[in-house]
């Protein structure tokens, strides 16, 4: 092949790709679908029968080999429990019937409410959870904190969509009272980290740098602790970390870093740069008082280690 037909070549294989795998999710999710959609029906019938007794489930399960093993015991309990806890209009809005069925399962056990239960799936299919970041989101508290904490940073400056990309407060498992006495200690293990660290960002995150350098005209260096890039915003994110509470004048260094990318690192296709403060603690007035008068597009949000998570939560929900 001359250089042209392999590069078309290259395009018709990606095309080929990308429709295979589309196809192939869509399958998925039909498949799914009408499973759940099985399911449901079969507890719905099981619970008609509840005056019935066990020996009625086991006899049925009995009878079902033929059909594959989802037809266990146990597994036509979890029908019946999943008929119980949803209506037919919840389990089968786009949201359930697009989650895999031992994932709704594992929500449904381990919610205290049917409040939660949906929260839980609503968030699973907008963000693509896994069944293992489902677990892990129940281990951080993930519904708690959204009950008493607002979706978004407490002090964002933006008068567009930048103010739904950063949280009041992140969680992060892998950090601990050890791993974070420094800064550097905490931008390195944020890093180490970095799969776990954009999950608990946001699936839009990609990790440019860590100490990113930057050079000025004038020749002085500069090092920003973690560089990101929003792929749906299309801008440059600046993360500086601090592991003590937020100070007003943390913000001098944020605003510079901002204006710097900006000016060199920027190009057409790019908007305006984004900066957060990520700090071990922050009082909503100072941070909210002091962001009032700037323009650029900073926030100020904390980060909590996975041991300080329930002191925090219960010291929130005494002040609401």
């Not at 009950?147 to 498992?173: A, G, H, M, R």
Request: aromatic residues 10%; glycine residues 4%; proline residues 2%.
């Amino acid at each position: 092949m001359n250089e042209v037909i392999s590069n078309v070549y290259m395009n018709d294989l990606k095309q080929i790709k990308d429709t295979i795998r589309q196809n192939k999710n869509k399958a998925i999710i039909v498949v799914n679908s009408a499973m759940i959609m099985t399911y449901y029906e079969i507890g719905t019938i099981i619970n008609n029968r509840k005056t019935w007794g066990s020996n009625y489930i086991q006899k049925l399960s009995e009878d079902l080999k033929e059909y594959g093993k989802g037809h266990s015991v146990q597994n036509l309990y979890r029908m019946s429990q999943i008929a119980n806890e949803f209506t037919r209009e919840e389990l089968f809005s786009q949201p359930a019937r697009e989650i895999p069925w031992f994932t709704i399962i594992e929500i449904m056990h381990k919610s205290n409410s049917h409040e939660e239960m949906l929260w839980y799936i609503n968030q699973t299919h907008k963000y693509g959870w896994s069944r293992s970041q489902v677990l892990q989101k129940f281990k951080e508290q993930a519904y708690e904190r959204n009950l008493i904490e607002p979706s978004t940073s407490i002090s964002i400056k933006s008068d567009d969509s930048t103010n739904e990309i950063f949280k009041d407060v992140y969680v992060f498992d892998f950090l601990n009272r050890n791993n974070t006495r420094t800064e550097k200690d905490l931008t390195n293990t944020l890093v180490d980290n970095i799969i776990k660290f954009i999950q608990e960002l946001g699936s839009d995150f990609a990790f440019v740098g860590k100490e990113y350098k930057i050079i000025t005209p004038t020749n002085e260096t500069f090092y920003i602790d973690i560089l990101m890039y929003h792929l749906i915003l299309h801008c440059y994110v600046i993360i500086e970390v601090k592991n003590r509470k937020f100070k007003p004048q943390d913000l001098g260094q944020l605003l510079f870093y901002v204006s710097a990318i900006d000016d060199l690192k920027k190009t057409i296709g790019d908007n305006e740069t984004v900066g957060l403060l990520l700090c071990k603690d922050a009082d909503s007035y100072t941070s909210k008082s002091t962001l009032d008068r700037i323009n650029a597009k900073v926030g100020v949000s904390k980060y909590k280690v996975l041991e300080d998570l329930p002191k925090y939560l219960e010291k929130r929900l005494k002040e609401n």
